[in-house]
């Protein structure tokens, strides 16, 4: 779990790393004291790092390969089918890619499909690679821990929008602030502050359908139902926050939104990890 803890930080890193290459005009307006644009590393300096970073968190997750392989030569030569935590996270790089490149896209340039490929790798992808560690993905309660988190990024992702409207418009970045407006966009993100912790006390009541012996969350369903809980009523406190003066958003670089985004995500993972050891 440290390697892929290590591995989902340098990943992390790489994607920030890239976004930052090819946002440099942009962050001249919206982030200026960054270092492409401050000049205190080079564009070039910048590219290689982002490419070495992609190297260290992609390379070793070859090796992760679970029961029955074992020891460094026979995880190596595995069955390509068995390499499941090295496709995760492959696929995860290329969707940070595909958000900042323009040759592979740049969805950063377009609205609703930026949230898409932020919540698919940071959501979704990152919570199925960690269960890759010690178990298969060819089940479904991964593909739901992560589509919990996928939801939540869907909507909460976009609050780092409202404070780069100007750079974003400037370089045609339609974002969703710049699409539909401060107000509406607010109104449209707060849903998802609350809706995907319905699910975490949803998945500790319900059966597997693939698996009727299991439930579809197989932590212990207290704990899971109190964290859920807790979430609901910190994302109605956040949206709260969003919808009550959303033109703060646009002038506020760290609207408080935004760090509560970062904490319930981090409190979810903590919830989640406590529900399973326990």
């Known amino acids: ?22 946002d440099l005009e942009i962050d001249r307006r919206n982030k200026p004291t960054r270092p492409l644009v401050s000049g205190a590393i080079s564009l070039g300096e910048g590219w ?25 030569l026979e995880k190596a030569a595995a069955p390509l089918p068995r390499h499941e935590c090295f496709f995760i996270y492959l696929a995860g ?10 040759a592979f896209g740049r969805t950063k340039r377009n609205g609703f499909w930026a949230n898409v490929t932020i ?31 996928l ?9 780092k929008d409202f404070s780069d409207m100007e750079g974003d418009k400037a370089h045609g970045c339609i974002t969703l602030p710049i699409r539909y407006g401060v107000r509406r966009a607010a109104w449209f993100i707060t849903p998802f502050f609350v809706l995907p912790w319905l699910l975490m006390p949803i998945g500790a009541a319900l059966r597997n359908p693939l698996n009727p012996a299991q439930r579809l969350l197989t932590g212990n369903p207290v704990m899971l139902t109190l964290v859920g809980t807790v979430l609901v009523v910190w994302g109605t406190y956040t949206s709260y926050l969003v919808i009550r003066q959303p033109e703060e958003l646009a002038t506020s670089e760290n609207h408080p939104s935004w760090t509560h985004m970062y904490l319930m995500m981090m409190f979810a993972q903590v919830g989640f990890s406590v529900a399973y050891l326990f």
């Open 93 to 102: 790089l290329i969707l940070t890619l595909v958000y900042s490149v323009p």
């Open 1 to 22: 779990m440290t390697l892929g803890s290590l591995c989902a930080a340098f990943l992390n890193a790489a994607s920030n790393g890239i976004n930052q290459v090819y």
């Open 119 to 149: 919540a698919i790798p940071r959501g979704c992808l990152l919570k199925v690679a960690g269960w890759s560690m010690v178990a298969s993905v060819h089940h479904l309660e991964p593909w739901y821990i992560g589509t919990i988190f």
């Open 151 to 159: 939801l939540f990024l869907l909507g909460a992702s976009t609050t």
């Open 48 to 72: 290689w790092f982002s490419v070495a970073l992609y190297a260290l968190a992609i390379v070793p997750t070859w090796l992760v390969v679970v029961y029955p392989y074992g020891g460094f």
